[in-house]
């Protein structure tokens, strides 16, 4: 029985970090275009190059990086 609750806990943390991380993720995702160099900040890390249309995109979470 301690087992299961164990494992219930431990999913219902696991869901809460994600939840964090997808909302820190929220207007904060950095991309880098490689074909054509833009670069512009979004909340997904799908989606294509708003400039010249290329897949072909880097893509870094803005929360990662110090602020100092």
Not at 18 to 43: M, P, R
Request: overall charge negative.
């Amino acid at each position: 029985m301690s087992e299961t609750n164990n494992k219930k806990e431990d999913l219902s943390l696991l869901q809460a970090w994600q939840k964090k991380i997808e909302l820190a993720n929220t207007n904060n995702i950095f991309c880098h275009c490689h074909n054509c160099g833009y670069e512009w900040v979004d909340s997904s890390f799908e989606g294509i190059c708003p400039n010249c249309k290329s897949s072909e995109i880097e893509r870094i979470s803005c929360w990662q990086f110090p602020d100092d």
